[in-house]
């Protein structure tokens, strides 16, 4: 639900093709809920869930949505908020790792996101996160099985809980190799600058 978690990942995809040498390079999606007390609501609008959960003005809210959708739009990315349905994503996490067992997690982040910002679709609805699973050829059978008996909450609560530890308190949070960190959808050249320091 973060709108800065998919201008973070576009930022990191810029940088990767730029530094080019990405053979080595593999991509992790770990799990973090911001809300994970979030009762979703299909009829939901977003510009009056947020100024809820910050206590503050919904014309300040739509403000906010409007100036983040800029930001999304200068990143080759079309936010629709005023469509997007507040969502509890424990289910979208978890649907995650299991796409991660088929070596589909990256790919499934990008369904993910442009489900959520640009195509106005419930990411807490398992019917949608089963048609997702079809478009990327995994077992939609497995899928719907997994995803109503929460097989994969145990790694979503392992990652949320490594998080904390590690000192995580708002996302994106890219950590590099054990080594270096980024908070935030940080410039490109924040990326390449890590990248590059990973080599020497």
């Known amino acids: 639900m973060c ?13 990767l093709a730029e530094y080019g040498q990405t053979e080595d390079i593999h991509i992790s999606w770990k799990s973090y809920q911001l809300s994970p007390d979030l009762v979703t609501d299909p009829k939901g609008n977003l510009n009056e869930y947020l100024a809820r959960h910050k206590n503050i003005a919904i014309e300040q809210a739509a403000q906010m949505n409007t100036q983040v959708s800029a930001m999304a739009a200068n990143e080759g990315l079309k936010y629709n908020l005023n469509q997007a349905i ?6 979208a ?7 991660k067992t088929y070596g589909k997690q990256h790919e499934a982040e990008e369904l993910l996101f442009a489900a959520y910002f640009t195509e106005g679709k419930n990411v807490d609805d398992i019917a ?5 699973a079809s478009q990327l050829g ?3 059978t497995e899928t719907e099985d997994k995803l109503r008996s929460e097989k994969f909450q145990v790694q979503v609560s392992r990652d949320i809980a490594e998080a904390q530890e590690i000192g995580v308190r708002g996302v994106p949070f890219f950590v590099f190799d054990r080594k270096y960190a980024i908070s935030g959808a940080q410039p490109v050249e924040a990326f390449l600058q890590t990248l590059q320091a990973l080599r020497s």
């Open 128 to 132: 949608v996160l089963i048609d997702m």
């Open 93 to 99: 996490h978890q649907f995650s790792h299991l796409a």
């Open 138 to 140: 995994m077992d939609v």
């Open 86 to 91: 507040p969502a509890n994503t424990a289910k």
């Open 3 to 15: 709108p800065f978690c998919y201008i973070g990942k576009r930022k990191l995809e810029q940088a």
